[in-house]
């Protein structure tokens, strides 16, 4: 049975300095809610208005017996600051590393400031749109929309797996397609630059352990490879097959279809000297 109590509390007397046991001002209320548990919560120092709000938590807790209300009420009352704290918790316990989980955090809390959230039900796809839209005018690319869009959705959808609130807002937002905002396009160096590469590598310096005249050697199959410097340095741990036509997709293309270029004959004996380099 739900009902009203003081508390019993320890003041100190402001004449005799001493402590004395009394009971609170306000009037408190017990009852037990939906899972049986006994719950107790502070009311107010009128008694009737204290009856009245203990009578709204009763009609609550029955209201919830017959399923005719959401159990993520609560949740969503709650500031979003403390679900996004929660959320990092989350993160941080999935073993992510520390720079996904911070890129995550915020962006979502740019985001967040942006618009001013303050509970769960501030999160709309309105907001959401106006904000990449304005990345977008600002001369952003859509990867990095994609990224706090990416951000936001995760968000979102642990809102709902961990029971926060009943449905997912952001759910049907799409990505923005990147191919069709490129930024960098690959292209192959021109016959006069290429010339003037091999030339400065006659005279350049040692680098990745190379010298400058023996990289020259490089230059040249790597020109039909398109192999990273990491890659010519140490061709041991390239995992690019030696074969007539090599696909270099894996390593350097971020295309849906893989590029095939043509190993030029030298390679196999450029890779045999690099080999010997890297075991000495």
């Known amino acids: ?14 004449t005799t300095g001493e402590k004395i046991k009394t009971q ?22 009128d ?4 009856h009245a709000m203990l009578n709204t938590y009763v009609k609550r807790v029955e209201r919830e017996k017959a399923g005719l209300v959401d159990p993520t009420d609560e949740q969503r009352k709650q500031p979003l600051s403390v679900h996004v704290a929660e959320f990092k918790a989350h993160q941080e316990n999935k073993n992510l590393t520390a720079k996904q989980i911070k890129e995550t955090h915020s962006q979502l809390q740019t985001i967040a400031a942006a618009f001013k959230w303050q509970r769960i039900a501030d999160i709309s796809v309105g907001s ?3 904000f990449l839209g304005k990345l977008r005018r600002d001369g952003r690319s859509a990867q990095t929309c994609n990224h706090y869009l990416k951000a936001v959705k995760t968000f979102s959808r642990w809102l709902v797996w961990d029971r926060r609130t009943p449905y997912d807002s952001l759910a049907h937002l799409s990505r ?18 290429f010339t003037r590469l ?4 006659k005279v350049g310096k040692r680098f990745e352990g190379i010298r400058g005249a023996a990289s020259m050697r490089f230059h040249r199959p790597d020109s039909g490879l398109g192999l990273i410097d990491k890659a010519v340095a140490a061709p041991s741990r390239c995992h690019t097959p030696i074969v007539s036509s090599i696909r270099t997709a894996s390593l350097h293309s971020r295309a849906k279809s893989p590029d095939f270029v043509m190993a030029t004959p030298h390679f ?5 000297i690099a080999n010997a380099r890297a075991r000495r």
């Open 176 to 193: 923005f397609n990147v191919a069709a905002d490129w930024r960098h396009d690959r292209q192959a160096l021109s016959q006069e630059e």
């Open 47 to 50: 008694k009737m208005a204290a």
């Open 24 to 45: 609170s001002k306000k009037w408190w209320g017990q009852f037990k809610d939906a899972n049986g548990r006994l719950r107790r919560h502070p009311l107010a120092v």
């Open 1 to 14: 049975m739900a009902s009203l109590y003081r508390k019993s509390v320890v003041v100190t007397d402001p």
């Open 128 to 130: 959401i749109m106006d």
């Open 198 to 201: 091999v030339d400065a590598a």
């Open 268 to 272: 196999p004996c450029a890779l045999k």
